[in-house]
Nanobody, 121 residues
Framework: QVQLVESGGGWVQPGGSLRLSCAASGFRFDVNSIGWVRQAPGKEREGLSCVSSGGTTYYTDSVKGRFTISRDNTKNTVYLQMNSLKPEDTAVYYC???????????????WGQGTQVTVSS
């Protein structure tokens, strides 16, 4: 069965960095686009970034220049390097398998349990 397991979240001060990992199993990882989304309490879900099977990437404006998505097909793992973190980045972060191409307003069908990221001083 499809499984996506996020890890790497935690607490960090503003301006700090975190690296999230997403371990995938139960499907053909290398041919699927994978994305990262987040949800803050009381706010709408926000698609942050995605990477296609061919390595094409997309970033929403709120994280562009600060976050970097990457994938390692030999490990069936996707990463999200988050730098210059701000309190507004506080949320639960999920990775997801996309149903269509990687781009703005990307759609997904499976996601993991999420990992909490808290940015505060």
């Amino acid at each position: 069965q499809v499984q996506l397991v996020e890890s790497g979240g935690g607490w960090v001060q503003p301006g700090g960095s975190l690296r999230l990992s997403c371990a995938a199993s139960g499907f053909r990882f290398d041919v699927n686009s994978i994305g990262w989304v987040r949800q803050a309490p009381g706010k709408e879900r926000e698609g942050l970034s995605c990477v296609s099977s061919g390595g094409t990437t997309y970033y929403t404006d709120s994280v562009k220049g600060r976050f970097t998505i990457s994938r390692d097909n030999t490990k069936n793992t996707v990463y999200l390097q988050m730098n210059s973190l701000k309190p507004e980045d506080t949320a639960v972060y999920y990775c997801a398998r996309l149903t269509r191409s990687c781009g703005r307003n990307f759609e997904y069908i499976y996601w993991g349990q999420g990992t909490q990221v808290t940015v505060s001083s």
